[in-house]
């Protein structure tokens, strides 16, 4: 087999942030939200690395870490083989990142003065950053916009000229946080297009999602991170041969309201193996049952409990299994419930 370099190693990583807990309105008692609880990582030359979370997870704390950004309380890092601490100028020289809710552009500037200005932070020679942005302006086709003040930009155009802004010094590690999480669908599969590009053009990707769809399509290799910590790693297919058993049936039920106190009453049911509740935030939207059974008579069961509570199926249909549902199989809870406001005593 082909030995490939290592570009990130990561040993024993952990981030506590100091944190408050208010007992009553006089005192509070000081505790420590563990973020980052004891990571190991390796990533590949040349890769797609994901780690896929829920919010809260600690994916934007590791990141920051790895890009120099953030010190960690302990542990190991190193970046194409330079210490993240004590070589930290170094190994920014060598990658690039885009974080989530950076503004990372000036506005008032056209977005080839952006370019211009960031390639000078790089000490790349005048005539190389030009090559460099000539070359960006057409990868990502941004020729019509490229002499117009960012201000200007539709959003999705503001996000091509950070993403271009990431790339000016050719890194050869780009840190990507979540992405996709603020565009369009039209825009997150043009982003995502972009993003393999790039790496078949030998960058390696490090990229931060909770969209397990993404995930699935984009990574050579997953991690998924859960309260700080890696519960499961692999390629995406040895995901889901590793926890997902061949004979379990996976359903999917629209309801016309959420079922709260009763999904204790399913999940007893002797034939479901698990099952989770989405709410989603937009309230127009219906809440949607995940339900993962061994045997097609829990499905009758799990009607059978709705019906008892008067609540109304909308739809219904059995589904392949997902990363959602080996993460659903690890954890009993989906992708998309957001666990940062349950922090701090686990
Ligand atoms: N500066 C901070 N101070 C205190 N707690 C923080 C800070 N930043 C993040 N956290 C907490 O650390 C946990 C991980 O956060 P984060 O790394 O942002 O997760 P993710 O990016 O996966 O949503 C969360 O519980 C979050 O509330
Ligand atoms: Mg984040």
Request: hydrophobic share 35%.
């Amino acid at each position: 087999m082909e030995q490939r370099d290592l570009v990130i190693e990561v040993n024993d990583l952990r981030k506590y942030y100091p944190s408050k807990e208010r007992k009553s309105l006089f005192k509070s008692v000081k505790k420590e939200v563990k973020a980052l609880n004891g990571v190991e990582l390796k990533v590949n030359q040349g890769e797609i690395y994901t780690l896929l979370g829920p919010n809260g997870a600690g994916k934007t704390t590791l990141i920051k870490i790895l890009t120099t950004l953030l010190h960690p309380s302990s542990g190991k890092v190193k970046i194409l083989g330079m210490d993240v601490i004590k070589q930290a100028k170094d190994v920014r020289m060598h990658i690039n990142a885009m974080l989530m809710g950076e503004r990372s552009v000036y506005w008032k500037l056209s977005g080839r003065q952006n370019l211009e200005f960031f390639g000078a932070l790089y000490y790349i020679p005048k005539r190389e950053v030009e090559e460099r942005i000539d070359f960006l302006i057409k990868e990502l086709r941004i020729e019509d916009i490229i002499d117009r003040p960012v201000e200007s930009y539709s959003s999705g155009q503001k996000y091509k000229i950070s993403f271009a802004k990431a790339l000016i010094n050719d890194p050869e590690i780009l840190f990507l946080d979540e992405p996709t999480a603020t565009l369009d669908p039209r825009s997150a599969r043009e982003m995502r297009e972009l993003i393999k590009k790039v790496n078949e053009q030998g960058t390696t990707i490090f990229l931060t999602t909770h969209n397990m769809m993404e995930a699935d399509e984009m990574s050579h290799y997953i991690s998924i991170l859960d309260y700080g910590q890696i519960i499961a790693e692999g390629t995406p297919q040895s995901l889901k041969d590793q926890f997902i058993e061949d004979e379990t049936i996976h359903v999917e039920i629209k309801i016309d309201r959420p079922i709260n106190g009763h999904l204790k009453e399913i999940e007893t049911i002797p034939t479901v193996v698990k099952v989770a509740q989405h709410i989603p935030s937009n309230a127009k939207e219906f809440p949607v049952l995940s339900v993962i059974l061994n045997d097609d008579n829990g499905i009758i069961d799990t009607l059978r409990v709705l019906q008892k509570y008067k609540v109304k199926v909308i739809a219904m249909r059995t589904k392949q299994p997902t990363l959602e549902d080996v993460f659903l199989s690890l954890t009993g809870r989906r992708l998309d419930e957001d666990t940062s406001l349950k922090r701090g005593g686990k």
